[in-house]
C-alpha cells in the first residue's frame, strides 16, 4: 500500500511538472529597462540583399513572431526605419540620413494566427525603391558595397518600446529569441563570369597574334575566377614556357574587373578593360616583369558578357 501511494505522489508531481514546462517568457524577459516584455522573434529571412543591377526587384522581407506574454496580443505597432551606410576609403562610415527614418510602419492587425505557434506572426518587405527614397537617395547614388541598416521598433499597448538600443545581447544575438531588431541589407552584385572562352590574342609582347581558350573558375567569395593562365597563351607561344603553377585571379566588383595575383617566378599581374559588348570583352593585361598582351575574349552562346569595365 505504501509503495502504491509512492508511485502515485510521483506520477501526480509528473503530471504537475509537466503541464508548467509551457513556452512562456514570464516572468522574465532581459531588456536593459524592463523585467519582462516583448521581443520579436526572426523565423525567415525572405531577403535580405538589395541587386545592384535589379534594384527595381529587390525588396527586404522578414517573417516575424511577437512573444509577449498575452502570445503577441500586447504589440500596437512595429517602426521600421532604415538608413543608408557607406564606407568611404580614407574617412570612415558617412550615414545619409544620420538617424534612421521611417519607411513602413506594422499596425496590431497585420499580426496573425498561424499553425505553427500559439505567438501571432507577420510577413512584410520593403522594396528597395522604398528605402532609397525614405533616405533622400537616387538608384544612381547608389553603389555596390553600400548598405541599408534597417531597425525594428516595437510599441506594445502598455506605452512600452522596445527595439536595439535597449535590447541585452541574450535577446539579439541568442537563437532562442533570434530577436535583434536590426538587419543589415547589403547591396550585392551577382557575378557569373565562370566558364570556358574563346579568344584572339590581338597583342603580345613578342609581337605574336593567336588565337585560344581561356577557363576562369569561380572562387568561394563568389565574385573571384582564377584564370587557367594568366599570360592568355603569351609564354607559350613566345619562349615557349608553360604558365604551371602560377595563381591569377579576375576578380569582379559590381562589373569593375581588377586582376591581382602572380606566376610561378613571383611577378604581378594587373589588367586594365579596353572595351566591352555582350559579344566580346578587350582587355589588356601586364606582369612586373614587363610582359603584356591585349585579349578578345568571346563571349559563350547565350551567355553574353554583362556590363564591364
Not at 130 to 141: F, W, Y
Not at 214 to 222: C, F, L, P, R
Not at 250 to 269: E, F, P
Amino acid at each position: 500500500m505504501k509503495m502504491l501511494k509512492y508511485s502515485f505522489g510521483l506520477f501526480a508531481m509528473a503530471l504537475v511538472f509537466l503541464s508548467s514546462c509551457r513556452d512562456t517568457i514570464e516572468p522574465n524577459v532581459p531588456y536593459t529597462t524592463f523585467d519582462n516584455g516583448a521581443y520579436l522573434r526572426t523565423i525567415a529571412r525572405t531577403s535580405t540583399t538589395f541587386n545592384f543591377f535589379d534594384l527595381a526587384s529587390s525588396k527586404f522581407a522578414l517573417t516575424l513572431e511577437a512573444v509577449d506574454k498575452e502570445d503577441g496580443a500586447t504589440v500596437q505597432t512595429v517602426e521600421i526605419r532604415v538608413r543608408h551606410r557607406r564606407l568611404i576609403p580614407g574617412v570612415g562610415l558617412k550615414y545619409t540620413p544620420a538617424q534612421d527614418v521611417l519607411v513602413k510602419t506594422l499596425q496590431s492587425a497585420d499580426f496573425k494566427p498561424n499553425d505553427q505557434s500559439r505567438f501571432l506572426r507577420t510577413s512584410f518587405e520593403v522594396t528597395a525603391a522604398e528605402a532609397i527614397k525614405a533616405v533622400g537617395l537616387t538608384n544612381a547614388d547608389i553603389d555596390g558595397g553600400d548598405v541599408f541598416e534597417f531597425r525594428l521598433v516595437l510599441n506594445d499597448k502598455f506605452g512600452r518600446r522596445f527595439s536595439s538600443d535597449n535590447v541585452t545581447t541574450n535577446v539579439a544575438g541568442a537563437p532562442f529569441y533570434a530577436s535583434p531588431f536590426q538587419y543589415p541589407v547589403n547591396v550585392v552584385c551577382p557575378s557569373d563570369l565562370g566558364g570556358t572562352y574563346t579568344f584572339d590574342h590581338l597583342e603580345t609582347f613578342c609581337g605574336k597574334v593567336f588565337s585560344g581558350s581561356t577557363t576562369w573558375t569561380k572562387q568561394s567569395n563568389g565574385v573571384s575566377y582564377t584564370v587557367s593562365d594568366g599570360t592568355f597563351g603569351s609564354w607559350q607561344a613566345c619562349y615557349p614556357d608553360t604558365w604551371g603553377s602560377g595563381n591569377v585571379r579576375i576578380n569582379d566588383a559590381c562589373g569593375r574587373l581588377t586582376m591581382t595575383g602572380t606566376d610561378k617566378y613571383g611577378d604581378s599581374y594587373s589588367m586594365t578593360v579596353l572595351s566591352a559588348t555582350p559579344q566580346v570583352l578587350t582587355f589588356e593585361w601586364v606582369n612586373t616583369y614587363g610582359e603584356f598582351g591585349t585579349v578578345a575574349v568571346k563571349s559563350n552562346a547565350g551567355k553574353p558578357w554583362p556590363a564591364l569595365k
